[in-house]
T-cell receptor
Framework: AQSVAQPEDQVNVAEGNPLTVKCTYS??????LFWYVQYPNRGLQFLLK??????LVKGSYGFEAEFNKSQTSFHLKKPSALVSDSALYFC????????????????FGTGTLLAVQP | ETGVTQSPTHLIKTRGQQVTLRCSSQ?????VSWYQQALGQGPQFIFQ???????GRGNFPPRFSGLQFPNYSSELNVNALELDDSALYLC????????????FGPGTRLTVT
């Protein structure tokens, strides 16, 4: 079964410093990986995805993620954190259909709360 | 291009009651998925509709049911509400089935007392 794990409940970083939010995955077949961000009382906003191709994926708001097949990781990164980046971040993997067919079902991790201090 | 909208924003129900939550997909999107997000948890997939047919279901009991209409708007119905049904319910739409990007609505916060 497909799954993702986010080992850190919370990440604290000072504004201007680089940030990393960790995610590891377990899939059968090729992974389709995603990062979403959730602000308080809001739905999820898409940040970026990895389907195939370059291991470094660039997304919205200056975020990027590095796909590492040997370590089964997909860590979210940003070179310089902003206070406004403080939010809940979710890593997700697309599930396969019953017979390997197309599905939009996402399996989410438990989330990592990013706190950026001014 | 309008985004995904959900109604109501908040809802309080009593155990045993029934509830209907509504979602309007982003313009042109024919696939909608529903997720339940309990407090402190990641969203859990409930089911997905594609062109008015259910096309995938998560580990939720039959008292969770849904509909998708010809205009691709959608409803989530929950019967015989239980306290554990208290959660944020999220609707997500995508342009086509298998599309990798899903656009989420703001959610409906359901409280069951």
């Amino acid at each position: 079964a497909q799954s993702v794990a986010q080992p850190e409940d919370q990440v604290n970083v000072a504004e201007g410093n680089p940030l990393t939010v960790k995610c590891t995955y377990s899939v059968s077949g090729n992974p389709y990986l995603f990062w979403y961000v959730q602000y308080p009382n809001r739905g999820l906003q898409f940040l970026l995805k990895y389907i195939t191709g370059d291991n470094l994926v660039k997304g919205s708001y200056g975020f990027e993620a590095e796909f590492n097949k040997s370590q089964t990781s997909f860590h979210l990164k940003k070179p310089s954190a902003l206070v406004s980046d403080s939010a809940l971040y979710f890593c997700a993997v697309r599930d396969m259909g019953k017979y390997g067919g197309a599905t939009n079902k996402l399996i989410f991790g438990t989330g990592t709360l990013l706190a950026v201090q001014p | 291009e309008t985004g995904v909208t959900q109604s109501p924003t908040h809802l309080i129900k009593t155990r045993g009651q029934q509830v209907t939550l509504r979602c309007s997909s982003q313009s042109g999107h024919n696939t909608v998925s529903w997720y339940q997000q309990a407090l402190g948890q990641g969203p859990q997939f409930i089911f997905q509709y594609y062109r008015e047919e259910e096309n995938g279901r998560g580990n939720f009991p039959p008292r969770f049911s849904g509909l998708q209409f010809p205009n691709y708007s959608s409803e989530l119905n929950v019967n015989a509400l239980e306290l554990d049904d208290s959660a944020l319910y999220l609707c997500a739409s995508s342009l086509v089935l298998g599309d990798y990007e899903q656009y989420f609505g703001p959610g409906t916060r359901l409280t069951v007392t």
